[in-house]
Structure formats: structure tokens, C-alpha cells
């Protein structure tokens, strides 16, 4: 296993740059993203401050989308290079603190809402909740925002199935509710693509908490957790860890062949090539 980079306080988000070969995250505290270039290796910071950026993905056409916690937005960051707010708020109050963000292939993006970005000063602004809850919403083409899950208790990261028939939505509401197990939930997608129905535990972890994951081309699960990265079958069965001396806290697939997989792991970014292909 390779370290990329090490200086940060809580790295987050990372996200992979095929046309430019190069990888952005965040580190939420010190409120900024940086991007590691594939091909001489060098880091830089990409933008700081950067209203603490959380969890990023890349759209149909290549154009970055951020969560953020002082923003309290999703944002997308256009070819030219400025910036779209996309979503800021839900029925005329603002949104909690947005976490991380997924982008369906009808150009749908769908993202969670937990509320850590507006808890305390830390990875965001202490504010008030303005929401009922935790939420999972949906931004439609047409810029129309939807509540699509209401029963998590601080939902997090999330990712559809190949055939996005199913969508996962990590909980990580043990970090407020002691008896809030950590678990990966699972979702039946509606037939018009719009909703979701039926929703049920998929897996629950074993060390820590299921943050960020991703999905490979065979439709298992990558995901962070307490000792590292945990890789479960669509079935659910523990198919093997990869363990960590740090938290994990998200990762994403990258690389030519995107056969190299990207891990935030608290303080730093590590990278190891496996036997398996990004979604």
C-alpha cells in the first residue's frame, strides 16, 4: 500500500479525475481540498477555504459536485470553473450540513443530509437544525429537490447497484445515538427512478462505522470502517478487509484501469491496486 499524502486532520471525499489524472479530497477541518497529481505525484491544495467541502463525485460530463458543511449546500463546479450552488435547502429551510453525493445515470444526483457540519464549529458552523431530521434527497434535472428516505438517523454515505434497481445509504447515527447500530441500508428503487421503497438492513460493521464506499464492476461493496476497508458480496457476505492503521473514513476507484483504490484514511490518503474495477 502506497501513502499519497499525510497532513490532514480528517480527510474525506475523494474523488478521481480520469481526463486529468488526478484525485481531490477533503481535509474538513482545515477547511480546504487538495488534489494529487497521478503523474509526477505532487500535492497542492486545489481551494481553501472551501466552506469545508465533505464528499465530491463526478457527474455524466466530468464537472465536480461537492457536499458542503458551511455551505450547507451541493454544489457543482462547472468546466469553466465556477461555482453552481445546486441545492441549498428543502420545503424553505436550509439543509443540515450535506455529506456525500452520488450521480444516478438520468443525471439525477442524489445526496444525504446528517447534521455534523452544523454540530459544532469544527467541520462547519454550529447552527440550528432547520430540517425535521437526517435526510436523503434528490436533485432532479430540473432542479427540483426531493426527500427520498426519512427513516435513517444520521444517513451517510451512499451508492446505487450496477443496474441502480437498488440504492445503499450507510447510517452512522452511533456517532449521536449509542443505540443506533452502524449498518449499510438497502433500498428498492422505484420503477419511474425517482423514489425508493422498502427499505432494509443490508450489513452491519463489525469495527466502528460504515462511512463512504463504492461499488466494482462484479456489484460488491467497498467501504470504509473502523479498521480499514471492508469489501462485502451483493449478498452481504465479508468476501475480505483490507486493515488499516487509521480510520476510514471514504474511498473511491481510480486509475487507467480504475483498478487502483483511493483511501481516505483520517490524517492521511493512502492507494493500493486490487483485483477488481471501479463502477
Known sequence: MDTLWT???????????????????????????????????AVATFEQPCRHHNGHTVDTLGRLIACEHRGRCVSRYEIDGTRTVLADSYDGKRLNSPN????????????????????SDYEGDAAPMEQDGRHVY???QDGTVSRVIDDMVQPN???F?????????????????????????????????????????????????????????????WSSAGDGVHCYAPDGTLLGKILIDEIVSNL????????????????????????????
Not at 456525500?100 to 446528517?114: A, E, H, L, M, R
Not at 473511491?252 to 493512502?270: D, E, M, W
Open 7 to 41: 497532513g490532514g486532520r480528517w480527510t474525506e471525499g475523494p474523488a478521481y479525475f480520469p481526463a486529468g489524472r488526478y484525485l481531490i479530497w477533503s481535509d474538513i477541518p482545515n477547511d480546504r481540498v487538495m488534489r494529487w497529481d497521478e503523474m509526477s505525484g
Open 100 to 119: 456525500d453525493v452520488v450521480v444516478k445515470s438520468d443525471g439525477s444526483i442524489w445526496f444525504t443530509d446528517p447534521s455534523y457540519g452544523i454540530d
Open 138 to 140: 434528490r436533485i432532479g
Open 157 to 159: 454515505g451512499l451508492a
Open 161 to 221: 447497484s450496477i443496474d441502480e434497481k437498488t440504492l445503499y445509504v450507510a447510517d452512522t447515527g452511533q456517532t449521536h445515538f449509542p443505540d443506533c447500530t452502524p449498518k449499510i441500508r438497502r433500498y428498492d428503487v422505484a420503477e419511474d427512478g425517482r423514489m425508493v421503497e422498502n427499505g432494509r438492513d443490508f450489513v452491519t460493521c463489525d469495527s466502528g462505522l460504515f462511512d463512504g464506499f463504492r461499488l466494482d464492476t462484479a456489484g460488491n461493496i
Open 252 to 279: 473511491c476507484f481510480g486509475g487507467p484501469k480504475r483498478n487502483r483504490l483511493f483511501i481516505c484514511a483520517t490524517t492521511s490518503v493512502r492507494a493500493i491496486y486490487v483485483n477488481a474495477r471501479g463502477l
